[in-house]
């Protein structure tokens, strides 16, 4: 039997060549069959076509409308897995996952809502706000929160109009400078001891010590203990409880660890980072467990879950290390954490061996310099070729080579 997965794809080249190699490597697997992977086209699509994909990992759609009323389409009708629900995409404008959050008790900063510094391109907007809108004062909405601030739009967007806020002449400037940009002001957790950014595909979760500030080849940082054990483990459950609660399965988050508090600051991620030039060290895992996730959804039929059931989330009550755990249970319920982990020592044992021969051969060192080749210019090419075979035999000799 063949099962096909489809690649929605944007710009990116070198974590679905690497995809798609793993899977033809991998081969037929006992009991379930042969795995076929092909990169989709957009075009017309008639409403009761049947798909020929048994699941799609969709990289559009979060701001591609056509391919995404497709995606609607084939979860609704057809029942094609999706690793990231079509549904709960205005969700990942951060602001319901914010909202979501606090309910359930997770340590978000204070965040305000403002309004628009520059009105939308909309006949009736004068007409509405003359009636409508209240005057309101920024310097006050600001000194509730407290200095210093983040001013950030609603929706995210890889760090697009993100401003920190010191005093009141940073404020006005950050605000006049948003345009008609929505923000939300955000307090800032001053003196934190780490940043971390988890990288979530299905059941599983990678957390790495991450540095904003610095060019993206040098933000994730090989470091396996720069958070205590119960730190790691929050922050796991975090991303885990996000993921389940708004059906996502391929998702990123970033949290500020500051003693004992784990603060979520940013969570909702339609297209997270999975580029071979960022996550060096690490996308040999991120290749693997995509590609495990994927093979397991489609061997056991899972089915897409278009019913949120927020209320099984809402109505857990108890301290927070009490809800923290019972988040984690339904989480890893939504996830088949034990039938996933079961899956994979069965049918997928040699996986491991598999991807570090091919990390370690000429095809993916290939892979490497095509990468490097068009993301850096000439004169960079040859020092960060070497930079990331540094780090990937590391990865290599960690892993047994």
């Known amino acids: 039997m063949r099962h096909l997965i489809g690649l929605l794809l944007g710009t990116e080249e070198d974590w679905p060549t690497a995809f798609e190699t793993v899977?033809?490597?991998?081969?037929?697997?006992?009991?379930?069959?042969?795995?076929?992977?092909?990169?989709?086209?957009i075009e017309p699509f008639n409403l009761r076509a049947k798909p020929r994909h048994e699941l799609v990992i969709d990289r559009l759609a979060y701001w591609y409308y056509h391919p995404r009323e497709w995606l609607k389409k084939i979860s609704m009708m057809d029942d094609v897995y999706l690793l990231n629900s079509p549904?709960?995409?205005?969700?990942?404008?951060?602001?319901?996952?914010?909202?979501?959050?606090?309910?359930?008790?997770?340590?978000v900063p204070e965040t305000v809502l403002v309004p628009y510094k520059n009105p939308p391109d909309n006949d009736r907007y004068p007409y509405t706000a003359a009636r409508y809108n209240r005057p309101f004062d920024l310097d006050e909405v600001a000194g509730q929160i407290g200095y210093p601030l983040f001013m950030k739009p609603y929706d995210g967007g890889a760090w697009r109009g993100v401003s920190k806020v010191r005093d009141e002449e940073e404020l006005h400037r950050a605000y006049d400078e948003s345009g008609e940009m929505l923000m939300h002001l955000q307090q800032a957790v001053e003196g934190y001891d780490a940043f971390a950014r988890s990288l979530s595909i299905g059941a599983e979760t990678m957390v790495m010590r991450f540095r904003p500030e610095e060019p993206m080849h040098d933000r994730y940082v090989v470091d396996h203990a720069f958070l205590s054990p119960s730190a790691g483990e929050e922050v796991v459950t975090i991303g885990k409880l996000v993921n389940a609660f708004f059906r996502w399965e391929f998702n990123s988050c970033e949290t500020l660890i500051k003693g004992s508090d784990v603060h979520p600051i940013d969570y909702a991620n339609a297209c997270p980072d999975v580029a071979l030039t960022s996550l060096h060290y690490y996308f040999p895992w991120a290749i693997k467990a995509l590609v495990k996730w994927s093979v397991f959804c489609v061997a056991t039929r899972r089915r897409p879950r278009i019913d949120l059931e927020t209320h099984d989330f809402f109505a857990v009550t108890g301290t927070y290390e009490?809800?923290?755990?019972?988040?984690r249970r339904l989480a890893d319920a939504y996830f088949e954490t034990e039938r996933y982990e079961e899956f994979c020592r069965t049918h997928l044992g040699h996986l491991d061996e598999i991807v570090l021969d091919w990390v370690a051969g000429p095809e993916f060192d290939r892979l490497l310099v095509d990468t490097v080749t068009a993301t850096y210019p000439e004169h960079e090419r040859d020092r960060f070729v070497e930079h990331f075979r540094g780090l990937l035999r590391l990865w290599a000799k960690d892993n047994g080579f």
């Open 87 to 107: 549904f709960t995409f205005q969700s990942m404008e951060k602001h319901t996952a914010y909202c979501a959050m606090i309910r359930l008790g997770l340590k």
């Open 23 to 41: 899977l033809r490597r991998l081969g037929p697997i006992d009991g379930v069959g042969e795995f076929g992977v092909e990169r989709l086209t």
């Open 322 to 327: 009490e809800r923290l755990a019972e988040y």
